[in-house]
């Protein structure tokens, strides 16, 4: 089975620890395993892991990468937030993500809740849902100067499009110019599309992001994806990865990237899901 290296433990907003998660996916067959901790961030975020509890994580994983050396692979990465700066050295791969916006006075999150989304759009942007996407896809196209290797969850800012009337458009003429230039960009510089499954394992969404639209573009500019889970539990593992891949293989991609290590990354083929 293949291996999720979007991943979450309880150093940060997942459920269980690296060691359970491990074990998880040992009994599951996987061909490797990469935590994804999420950075901390300079303002008080509780999903976030402290300087202290990133020390701890690093420890744990470090010591699962030499336990299960020679039978699984274990890769040490962090979801590196925007906000938080360049991925520090030592990891095997990083996902470079944008979880917020400028709001006028500080950051608004983009993943919060509905209510927090359109108080952003509200008071922020003037009711320009538009006006939000640009923002957000301009922070987007900033990503590839934390030096990660994989551009986390691409369209995240529509996570609450479908609990009630859609937030954005993205069939509009801005928000579709916005969203494509954030593509070619990072295309451009090499970076790894995920595509992550893990809101709609949740039962939140009924596609993963991106958007197909978003992908056709990735595919066509010759760009590569990563299937990913987005996983916070144990008992989860896995399962957004398959939803990922029949997604994947909708979109046309023929293959997908994997972590190897000391930021590396394979390619397989996707064929045979
Ligand atoms: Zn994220
Ligand atoms: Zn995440």
């Not at 925007?82 to 400028?102: M, N, Q, R």
Request: proline share 5%; with cysteine.
């Amino acid at each position: 089975m293949r291996g999720d290296y979007h991943v979450h433990s309880s150093y940060c907003d997942g459920k269980d620890t690296p060691t359970d998660m491990a074990r998880r996916a040992w009994e599951l067959g996987m061909e490797s395993l990469g935590f994804s901790g999420h950075s901390f961030l300079p303002f008080s975020s509780s999903w976030c892991m402290s300087p202290e509890r990133t020390k701890a994580y690093i420890r744990e994983v470090l010591m699962l990468k030499e336990e299960y050396r020679g039978r699984m692979p274990v890769f040490l990465g962090l979801e590196q937030d925007l906000l938080s700066g360049p991925v520090p050295e030592g990891l095997d791969y990083a996902i470079g993500s944008v979880h917020f916006v400028a709001d006028g006075t500080g950051y608004g999150p983009v993943d919060h809740c509905r209510e927090e989304s359109l108080r952003l759009l509200r008071e922020t942007f003037g009711g320009d849902r538009d006006a939000f996407a640009e923002e957000y896809f301009g922070q987007m196209c900033r990503l590839p100067s934390l030096g990660a290797q994989i551009v986390g969850h691409f369209d995240l800012l529509t996570r609450y499009d479908e609990d009630g009337p859609a937030l954005f458009d993205p069939d509009s003429f801005r928000y579709r110019k916005a969203a494509l230039t954030a593509v070619d960009v990072l295309a451009e510089a090499g970076m790894i599309f995920e595509i992550n499954a893990g809101a709609m394992v949740r039962g939140r969404r009924t596609v993963p992001y991106p958007d197909s639209r978003w992908l056709v573009r990735v595919r066509e500019k010759g760009g590569r994806i990563l299937l990913s889970g987005d996983c916070h539990s144990a008992a989860t593992l896995g399962d957004g990865v398959r939803l990922a891949a029949e997604y994947a293989l909708y979109c046309g991609f023929r293959e997908t990237w994997v972590p190897v290590g000391e930021g590396n990354l394979d390619p397989r083929p996707l064929e045979n899901e």
